[in-house]
């Protein structure tokens, strides 16, 4: 029964509320053109009716690292629904694999700072969101997902960066 309530009330209270809801969400990937591995960060306004601005991304690690790649300027503003990705080199963390999912941190203009969640559910195969159209990941080459070569001509194919997946 109070289960059943706090279905209803997860439905219902979103209605009546004009939260700002966001998702911060990070995957380990690489870019095939050039092989570097990097922390990919995840941003996604989940909120029904209002934008959200994003003024600094950082790893929460020692030392802090700020993902501040020249083709993904900051401050940035999501509409509602938009997501946008952004990037850090793995090398620059110093933090062990399975933690450094959980250490990115997004700060919005409104100074409230966003922890994030290991993204799970990452395409094999896809765009990096954003306005930078032609940024594709794809998953690591573990010798069980694809064979080098068709990496390579969706690569040569699209004459984008291609990333990879873990």
Request: glycine share 4%.
């Amino acid at each position: 029964m109070t289960e059943l309530f706090k279905f209803l009330l997860s439905l219902i209270l979103p209605l009546f509320s004009e939260r700002r809801k966001i998702r911060l969400a990070v995957h380990r990937a690489r870019f095939l053109h050039s092989n570097r591995d990097c922390y990919f960060v995840n941003v996604t306004n989940l909120s029904r009716s209002r934008e959200i601005e994003i003024t600094h991304i950082w790893f929460d690690c020692t030392p802090q690292v700020h993902c501040l790649p020249p083709e993904r300027p900051l401050p940035k503003r999501l509409k509602p629904d938009e997501t946008w990705e952004t990037w850090v080199e793995a090398r620059l963390l110093r933090a062990s694999n399975d933690g450094v999912f959980e250490l990115a941190r997004a700060r919005l203009s409104t100074g409230v700072v966003i922890k994030s969640k290991r993204n799970k559910n990452v395409p094999h195969e896809g765009f990096v969101p954003g306005e930078q159209r032609g940024v594709l990941y794809s998953p690591p080459i573990t010798g069980a997902y694809f064979p080098r070569e068709t990496h390579h001509t969706t690569a040569v194919r699209a004459q984008e960066d291609l990333h990879i997946r873990e």
